[in-house]
């Protein structure tokens, strides 16, 4: 038998079934609603930041 990595002894413990983290326990949804939440408002202020850096990059050095 294989031994175990930390990693997977970690994920074992997370994902038994009384965790909020397996996907049948009812409180689930909500945790995979607010990652992709989260997800969303870092990609969209992500670009925000990349946008305004390349307007003031274009403004500095090309006028």
């Known amino acids: 038998m294989r031994k175990l990595t930390p ?3 970690l994920r ?3 994902r038994n079934r ?3 983290y397996h ?3 009812v409180n689930y949804k909500w945790f ?3 990652n992709i939440m989260l997800g969303t408002f870092m990609a969209v ?3 925000k930041f990349i946008w305004k850096s390349l307007k003031l990059y274009y403004f500095y050095h090309y006028r």
């Open 45 to 47: 202020l992500d670009r």
């Open 23 to 25: 996907p049948r326990n």
């Open 12 to 14: 074992a413990k997370l």
């Open 7 to 9: 990693t997977h002894r």
């Open 32 to 34: 995979l609603l607010a």
């Open 18 to 20: 009384n965790s909020a």
